[in-house]
């Protein structure tokens, strides 16, 4: 798989995660994230890797 189409799934999924994340937001009726000043939209989350047994 060259650079170019690793980086062009980075970005489907990357879309497809915001959907989905909109989605539910609008689902809950939450407020947007920019109207809590506490979360940083730039914030980079650590995700754990699972373990094999």
Same mark, same amino acid.
């Given at each position: %798989? !060259? /650079?170019?189409? /690793? %980086?062009? %799934?980075?970005?489907?999924?990357?879309? /497809?995660?915001?959907?989905?994340?909109?989605?539910?937001?609008? #689902?809950? #009726?939450?407020?947007?994230? #920019?109207?809590? &000043? !506490?979360?940083? &939209?730039?914030? !980079?989350?650590?995700?754990?890797?699972?373990?094999?047994?």
């Amino acid at each position: %798989m !060259t /650079r170019y189409e /690793r %980086m062009k %799934m980075q970005r489907r999924m990357q879309r /497809r995660i915001r959907l989905v994340v909109e989605e539910r937001r609008i #689902a809950l #009726a939450l407020p947007p994230p #920019a109207a809590d &000043p !506490t979360l940083d &939209p730039e914030t !980079t989350v650590e995700i754990p890797r699972a373990t094999q047994p």
